[in-house]
């Protein structure tokens, strides 16, 4: 099947710097990647909808000079948490599609900001 | 606008016991569903969908028939085991390609032996 990998896994950072999570699609082009946030005990909001080679589309609140995301191939997309604050932790989850319903999801990366 | 209503978890339930998530959905037009499921440590999996009205999903023993009157999407399964313990979210799409899954909050389920 589709596999979608996430790296980091996890990551702990300093309140004030940047993290890059990448979403990689391995065994498929996806011309459309998304990103989650998921906090503890709720659902996937969707953050933005990701498009090769074309800009972001972000969901309303959520900041897109502070979470930039970069989809620079039909395989690679990725998130840049920008000036990270604590409030910022959380479990951040891509998902990538393969035809019109299809989705296939990362394992999700856990950023921790200190 | 469009959202997905899942019955507040945890559920516990014992080995062989029967499993019902309940899951309703509000949407325009008509949405194609979606059962996830999270077990602990890794990603979402597709567990089952339904694309259109009175369609049944199943998957590893695990069932849910799209009821369009009730704009409902129940999950069963009839004798859980406890590898079946995972988070399981409700998700629906538009009949839109390239649309993001509107997900449900999540029903954890613990099975014990």
């Known amino acids: 099947g589709a596999v979608v990998s996430q790296h980091p896994s996890w990551v702990i950072c300093k309140s004030g710097t940047s993290v890059k999570i990448e979403c990689r699609s391995l065994d498929f082009q996806a011309t459309t990647m998304f990103w989650y946030r998921q906090f503890p005990k709720q659902s996937l909001m969707l953050m933005a909808t990701s498009n090769e080679g074309s800009k972001a589309t972000y969901e309303q609140g959520v900041e897109k000079d502070k979470f930039l995301i970069n989809h620079a191939s039909l395989t690679l997309s990725t998130l840049t948490v920008t000036s990270a604050h604590p409030e910022d932790s959380s479990f951040y989850i891509c998902s990538a599609t393969l035809s019109s319903y299809e989705q296939y999801f990362g394992p999700g990366t856990r950023l921790t900001v200190t | 606008g469009d959202s997905v209503t899942q019955m507040e978890g945890p559920v516990t339930l014992s080995e062989e016991a029967f499993l019902t998530i309940n899951c309703t959905y509000t949407a325009t037009g008509y949405p194609s569903l979606f059962w996830y499921v999270q077990y602990p440590g890794e990603g979402l999996q597709l567990l089952l969908k339904?694309?259109?009205?009175?369609d049944k999903g199943s998957n590893k023993g695990f069932e849910a028939t799209y009821r369009k009157e009730t704009t409902s999407f129940h999950l069963e399964k009839g004798s859980v085991q406890v590898s079946d313990s995972a988070v399981y979210f409700c998700a629906l799409i538009k009949d839109q390609a390239g649309t993001a899954l509107i997900f449900g909050k999540g029903t954890t389920l613990s099975v014990s032996s």
């Open positions: 339904a694309t259109k009205a009175d």
